[in-house]
Structure formats: structure tokens, C-alpha cells
């Protein structure tokens, strides 16, 4: 094998029934569950409309390079959000419009993308995810892996993972804590839902805020 080309499988994967359960699920809620210290940063919404989940199937490049990017799109499951390390390279787009359609007609769920991207007017319907924007093409050289684990605005990625996200931003969730985590994070909407109510009934709780200057010798 060439040194720099690996093809992995992915040693866990999470279930169905657990990517159509989060599928709505506001990301917002899903990290207030994981205690606000996990989440996919300096990524921004590329598309208007559409939430992602799905499982990650995972891609390092070379930076600039699509080569492995292509072959992860041929041999994706669909419902598959591929997930790319390019290392937050700026100066050559991975993917645009036609690699987008190809996606898209495989069951592609949508891209996250830790570099460029380009055709981004192309992009309202199908959720993507990434660093930047260049009209710049990649190389097609390699090399690259896919399915191992990889870093995407600064959190590790496992083959597997659970993606999810909306307008706020994304998350990597591993199969292992994902029904704690949907547990948690539909506890948090039902108890905002209380929150808006009581907010219009004008009946909210605000006495933990003086509760707190207190503690903290304000008040």
C-alpha cells in the first residue's frame, strides 16, 4: 500500500433509529448535555435550509487535495455525512457544485468540511458545513484516509460518529453516549418549554440571579 493512502471500515457506527431520534434535536441542547465543554468550532452553514444527521464517514486530505474526498462519495452509505479533515487549508476549494450533486444523489446526508469550499451558491438545499470559501480548484493528487479518526474544528471525529446540525453550529456524539445525550437534550426542550410559558405568563424565577450576585459579594 502506498504510504499516505488508507482505506479503513469504521468499528462502530451508530444506529438508525438513533440518527432519525436527534434528527430536530437543537444542537444547542444536545451541548448543554454534553456540559458545554465538546462542539465543532469555526465551521459556518454554507447552506439556508436543512438539518444534518448522520453517521460520519470520515476523510483526511492532503491540504487542497480531493482525490480521496471523491472516492469517499463513491463508496458512501447513504444517509453518510462525510466529513473532511483538510486541515483548514484556505487556498484550494475540496468540493463545490458537481461533487455537491453527486453527493446528493447517492443519500448523501451533507459535508463538513475543516477547509474550503467553492460553487457556494449551489449549496441552499444541501447542508454543508465548512472554514472558507475560494474559487481556487484542488489538486487531485492525494494522498488521503478514510474512516480514522480526524479533527475538525477542533474536535476529534471517529468513523461512526454521530454528526448533527443546525443554524448554531455542529456536534460529534459517539454511539456510546448518544442515547444518554438524546435523553438529556429532550429534557432541556421540555423544560424550556416551561420556560416560554412562564416567561409569558410573567411568572419566571429570576430570584437565582440576585441568589448569585449575592454569592458572589455583589449584592
Known amino acids: 500500500m502506498a504510504i499516505g493512502f488508507r482505506i479503513a471500515t ?10 432519525e431520534a436527534f434528527r430536530g434535536i437543537a444542537t444547542s441542547h444536545a451541548s448543554d448535555s454534553m456540559n458545554r465543554h465538546t462542539g465543532i468550532f469555526g465551521l459556518r452553514p454554507y447552506h439556508r435550509r436543512g438539518y444534518l444527521s448522520g453517521p460520519a464517514l470520515t476523510v483526511r ?10 472516492h469517499a462519495i463513491d463508496i458512501a452509505e447513504p444517509g ?6 483538510g486541515g483548514g487549508y ?40 465548512a472554514r472558507s470559501n475560494t474559487h481556487r480548484g484542488p489538486f487531485k493528487n492525494g494522498p488521503g484516509e478514510i474512516n480514522v479518526p480526524v479533527t475538525v474544528g477542533g474536535q476529534v471525529v471517529l468513523p461512526g460518529d454521530l454528526i ?27 423544560d424550556e418549554d416551561k420556560a416560554r410559558k412562564a416567561i ?4 419566571q424565577d429570576r430570584a437565582w440571579v440576585a441568589r448569585a450576585l449575592k454569592a458572589a459579594g455583589v449584592l
Open 164 to 190: 448533527i446540525g443546525d443554524e448554531d453550529g455542529l456536534l460529534a456524539i459517539t454511539p456510546e453516549d448518544a442515547p444518554e445525550v438524546l435523553a438529556a437534550a429532550l429534557k432541556k426542550a421540555a
Open 61 to 70: 486530505t492532503n491540504p487542497g487535495d480531493n482525490l480521496m474526498i471523491h
Open 10 to 19: 469504521a468499528e462502530s457506527r451508530i444506529a438508525p433509529d438513533l440518527v
Open 80 to 85: 453518510d455525512v462525510l466529513v473532511i479533515d
Open 90 to 129: 484556505a487556498n484550494q476549494a475540496l468540493l463545490g457544485e458537481l461533487m455537491g450533486r453527486h453527493a446528493q444523489h447517492r443519500g448523501i446526508a451533507g459535508f463538513v468540511v475543516d477547509g474550503a469550499i467553492r460553487d457556494i451558491g449551489w449549496f441552499d438545499d444541501f447542508p454543508c458545513y
Open 200 to 203: 409569558a405568563e410573567g411568572t
